[in-house]
């Protein structure tokens, strides 16, 4: 049995209506409005992944976060300078962090009021009748003065890691350490101390204090140094003023004194060296002077004990040989009472002889 129905009996189909020309014409219309929007929708896409590509500095290394957590673990996850891909955001974030380049904060909390134009113009507002703890800022020192002080901490980063995701903003902490540090720092120190006395103290120990709240939170990063400015109230800076002349004045006076004094000491030391120098040269002498003459006095002395009415006769004419010598001139005293004085020299007298059968003198 044939189940085909039979061809006269099937269904004519009722002939295709032709379009008009407008249906034909928005017919191709969204044919091509399809077509471009395909090749937008491409040339998106293109885009899309194209703007993963960026570019990490000589200077710089990169993370990339994928969901908020770092693709790769420890160093792995740092990405060196040249040019890298990751998925856009929001599925990747790539953070760049300067490796050699430094870094700098400045406080925020000692120093009064100010604009940005005003401190690029070297400017700064008048002075209020009073300080506005409102708007100024200050600190407070041991002596319980008030002076204004800021700070501008040079630091380096260490651990990029830590520094990138151990924190929401890592400067804002390194910041906040400042401040504090500056609070702390300023209640040990005088106001003297601070403004004129002890500078380099003040911001080493600002420095130090700083270095240990940033190595105790770990942030990841290292201090390079830090560069302090300070000034009196401008309230009452004409009185500070004269303070530091009279301080100045002072020194000035001590320091002349002190100068006096090591002038005068130099010159007594002087005196005193040239004096026992002399003491000594004459001690010298006469020590010499003594010790040729009782070396003489142990050369004659045998001699003198053998016959010492010789030695005494000897020794004088010698003594008279050497005094008479070179006289030219003889002086004859005046006569006294009218009679004149005779003066008679007896050279060379003879030695009395003993007497026959005497002991010879030894």
């Known amino acids: 049995m044939n189940n085909h129905p039979h061809p006269e009996k099937e269904r004519e189909l009722p002939p295709e209506t032709p379009l008009d020309p407008g249906s034909q014409a928005l017919s191709e219309a969204l044919r091509s409005s399809f077509a471009i929007v395909k090749v937008v929708m491409v040339a998106l896409v293109v885009l899309f992944f194209a703007s993963g590509f960026f570019q990490v500095g ?3 290394q990169a993370i990339i976060l994928r969901f908020g957590k770092p693709v790769g673990e420890g160093r792995e996850a740092l990405l060196g300078p040249g040019l890298h ?5 929001p599925i990747d974030e ?10 700098q904060v400045r406080s925020t909390v000692g120093w009064y009021a100010t604009t940005d134009v005003q401190e690029a113009a070297g400017t700064e507002p008048p002075a209020g009748p009073t300080l506005n703890p409102a708007v100024d800022g200050y600190v407070l020192t041991a002596d319980g003065n008030i002076i204004h002080v800021r700070a501008t901490l040079f630091y380096r980063i260490d651990d990029p890691i830590q520094y990138v995701l151990g924190f929401a903003s890592a400067s804002n902490v390194v910041q906040n350490a400042l401040n504090s540090a500056l609070v702390h720092t300023a209640a040990r120190f005088r106001v003297d ?35 302090v400015q300070s ?17 100045i004045n002072r020194n000035n006076v001590l320091n002349e004194a002190r100068s006096t004094a ?20 004459e001690r010298v002498q006469l020590v010499s002077e003594l010790s040729s003459l009782a070396a003489n006095f142990d050369r004659v002395l045998p001699e003198y004990r053998k016959n010492p009415q010789l030695f005494v006769e000897r020794s004088l004419n010698e003594t008279l040989r050497r005094a008479l010598t070179n006289v030219e001139k003889w002086s004859v005293p005046p006569a006294i009472g009218g009679k004149t004085t005779e003066t008679r020299i007896w050279l060379n007298r003879e030695l009395p002889r003993s007497a026959p059968g005497a002991a010879s003198t030894p």
């Open 58 to 60: 000589p200077q710089e």
């Open 231 to 247: 000034r009196p109230p401008r309230q009452v800076g004409n009185a500070f003023d004269e303070v530091l002349k009279a301080e």
């Open 85 to 89: 891909w990751s998925f856009p955001y």
């Open 94 to 103: 790539h953070k760049k962090i300067p490796m050699t380049a430094q870094q």
């Open 193 to 227: 101390d601070i403004l004129t006395r002890d500078v380099a103290g003040f911001r080493d120990a600002l420095t130090q204090r700083v270095a240990e709240l940033l190595e105790q939170w770990n942030v990841g990063v290292s201090v390079d140094h830090c560069e």
């Open 262 to 281: 090591n002038q005068t000491l130099s010159q007594a030391a002087a005196q005193a060296q040239s004096i026992t120098n002399a003491a000594e040269l």
